[in-house]
């Protein structure tokens, strides 16, 4: 990538004043779209829950496979 390829900030090395990154093409952000309401607290919250919960069910998966690996391998405390 050439230099002429960055806007003026990155190349002057000034980041105070960098706007935002644009949505990709074909995406719209949900604060750009006037006419379909914000989510509800609720349901942000849940999705923040349930992705959190399944985060700690998976580490609970891999550290009980690595635990029957290492048993399995003689490798007991």
Request: hydrophobic content about 45%; proline content about 10%.
């Amino acid at each position: 990538m050439a230099t002429t390829d960055l806007p003026e900030q990155v190349r002057s090395g000034s980041t105070r004043s960098l706007s935002p990154l644009p949505s990709p093409p074909g995406q719209k952000s949900e604060s750009s779209q006037p006419g379909r309401p914000a989510r509800p607290w609720w349901s942000r919250l849940g999705w923040l829950v349930f992705i959190w919960g399944a985060s700690i069910v998976v580490l609970a998966v891999v550290a009980g496979l690595l635990k029957l690996f290492m048993n399995a391998a003689g490798l007991t405390a």
